[in-house]
């Protein structure tokens, strides 16, 4: 039981470590994309659908 404990103990941390390694990318992109594009004059006078 303690063995299966620390296995599932360590697959939890691998999975977090995982976890922050995908928000940092996910990010990352997020701010390159955000410089990259810049919004259409359509978006700019909020009439659109949404």
Do not use: F, Y
């Not at 995908?22 to 259409?40: F, G, V």
């Not at 359509?42 to 009439?47: I, K, R, T």
């Amino acid at each position: 039981m303690a063995d299966e404990l620390t296995a599932l103990n360590e697959t939890v941390r691998l999975l977090s470590q995982e976890n922050d390694r995908i928000k940092r990318a996910l990010r990352d992109w997020q701010t390159m994309h955000a410089r990259e594009c810049k919004p259409s004059r359509e978006h700019l006078d909020n009439s659109g659908h949404w």
